[in-house]
């Protein structure tokens, strides 16, 4: 028995049908049939994973309606069914179909895969979050895929990497320029700057036909938030820097075409608004991943540029807005989880680039002073205990203790990490262009006046993982050389910055933490 009842975007959000099976399968078509290949060429992919189901998707390359078969099992060759439904699908949704799949096991890997008009899709590999007491906890951080710059080697190599419980992508998931304004490796579709629904749309299609993204989506399970590319570089909840008012529309239009592809095209669990992203996942009594939109939702327009002197106080200038800002403080609060990961867009780390005239980066936290001020009064004073921030955008690498004023020896001894309030892992690009050279230089001259920065390397691109038990976290950077070479690049290891349970500061190790010795096989 299936549910072949249409499906609209609200039931979608309240979950779909389950329903326990005994073994079998459905016959029809491999997918390596030319067919098949042509009717589900973005892929499948899976997120936003609860103890008891994930987000299951895929797209149909089609143009009519149609339902859509998918089924759930717990061997890679799909014999040991143990869930199936029926979705519909339509032009009103881009043809992409989004089940939320429930009834399942917590803390284990399944094997899904879709069947339409007589094919059926690669198989993919997805993992439930634990529930209960745990004592691992493995989580990859990755942002920041300019298709224009390069190769997603980052993401291939991340797929062979089948002990993570998660890939955690912080944003700048698709960038909106146009062919040859920002990188010349790979050209854009469409070749013009993104700005209508269908334009979002076939951006988000030409990511998907990537191999690599391909097959990292279909072997681990994705939690995702936006940054700003996924609309227009630097935006805010009204406006952005690459976005001419009237010259080119309304930007209140251009963010919700932006924003309904993204949910179209994304394996993230819906909720009642399109506007909403931030939410909280658990990995049982581990971990809480309390995610921000430090974008789209509250923030407000910048103080200036990208650098420029502190701003002066204002007092209506917002990075979250007061709603999310409470809803984060009551998440923390509430959590009863050892670890709180803070998962997030722009940096929180304070950089001084000149000790005499200050310089702010105006697009992160350090440009919003009264959303910092809150957030590191809120880790001090809260008696909250083992916050971890997690951050991208930057495009480069870093390790920070967060800290008022990294210069001020009676508040903060760089030396014992006395006086930090908590620690920051900045995770690079997997493709976007690192620091330009000419801020690398004020970076490596100003590193007397940022003690408080353990770890910055500013050019290569790659990703972090973070290897979490109850006694430290441990955050260990990969690095490619040359992401614009078109053969597959193995990445090298960097470093390693750990934080202990109880602390606020880095010390460093020598190793990334070992793998696992037991994890289930990869999706065939």
């Known amino acids: 028995m299936t549910d072949s009842t249409s499906i609209g975007r609200r039931e979608l959000l309240r979950g779909a049908l389950v329903i326990p099976l005994a073994t079998g399968v459905v016959a029809c078509s491999s997918s390596d049939d030319p067919a098949a290949a042509a009717l589900f060429q973005h892929g499948v992919a899976s997120g936003d994973p609860l103890p008891d189901g994930v987000i299951l998707w895929t797209r149909i390359s089609t143009d009519g309606a149609l339902d859509v078969d998918w089924e759930v099992a717990t061997d890679p060759e799909m014999t040991a069914r143990v869930a199936k439904g029926t979705a519909r699908t339509d032009a009103d949704r881009d043809f992409c179909v989004k089940v939320d799949a429930r009834g399942l096991q917590p803390g284990t890997t399944y094997y899904y895969r879709f069947i339409a008009l007589g094919s059926r899709s ?7 979050a634990p529930s209960g007491a745990n004592t691992r906890v493995r989580l990859a951080m990755a942002a920041c895929a300019s298709y224009a ?4 080697h980052g993401y291939r190599a991340l797929s062979t990497m089948l002990d993570l419980d998660a890939v955690i992508h912080l944003g700048d998931y698709i960038y909106e320029y146009a062919a040859g304004d920002y990188g010349d490796v790979r050209t854009y579709e469409p070749a013009h700057e993104i700005k209508t629904l269908a334009d979002y749309r076939m951006r988000h299609a030409q990511y998907k036909r990537d191999p690599d993204l391909q097959e990292v989506h279909r072997q681990q399970v994705f939690i995702t938030i936006w940054d700003d590319h996924e609309v227009a570089n630097d935006s805010y909840k009204d406006g952005a820097e690459n976005h001419t008012e009237g010259e080119e529309g309304r930007f209140a239009d251009r963010k919700a075409a932006a924003r309904h592809a993204y949910m179209e095209w994304m394996p993230i669990r819906e909720q009642e608004s399109e506007d909403k992203i931030f939410r909280k996942l658990s990995f049982g009594s581990l971990v809480d991943l309390v995610l921000l939109d430090t974008r789209l939702y509250g923030r407000t327009k910048q103080a200036g540029g990208v650098l420029g002197p502190p701003p002066a106080p204002d007092a209506t200038r917002t990075l979250l807005g007061d709603e999310q800002a409470s ?15 803070l998962g997030q867009q722009v940096m929180v780390g304070n950089i001084i680039l000149d000790k005499d005239k200050q310089l702010a980066n105006l697009d992160q936290w350090q440009g919003y002073p009264e959303s910092r001020n809150r ?23 870093w390790a920070n203790e967060l800290v008022v004023d990294p210069n001020d020896a009676t508040k903060y001894d760089p030396a014992t990490g006395k006086g930090s309030l908590g620690v920051e892992f900045v995770t690079p690009g997997i493709s976007s262009p690192g620091i330009p050279e000419l801020f690398v230089g004020l970076i490596e001259q100003a ?16 990703f972090v993982i973070l290897d979490i038990t109850p006694e430290r976290i441990q955050g260990a950077w990969h690095l490619f050389d040359d992401i614009t070479l078109v053969a597959p690049q193995t990445p090298k290891f960097s470093a390693a910055w750990a934080v202990k349970t109880g602390e606020t500061r880095f010390t460093a190790e020598q190793q990334p933490a070992p793998s696992p010795t037991q994890y289930s096989p990869a999706a065939p």
Do not use: C
């Open 122 to 128: 690669k198989v993919g590999r997805t993992r439930t």
């Open 149 to 152: 710059h390069g190769y997603f």
């Open 327 to 341: 809803w984060m403080e009551a998440q923390l609060k509430s959590s009863t989880a050892q670890w709180k990961l």
């Open 375 to 397: 957030l590191l009064a809120f880790f001090r004073d809260s008696g909250v205990k083992d916050i971890v921030v997690l951050t991208g955008d930057i495009h480069s690498s």
């Open 447 to 462: 590193r007397k006046v940022n003690p408080h920065v353990k770890f910055v390397e500013p050019s290569h691109r790659g």
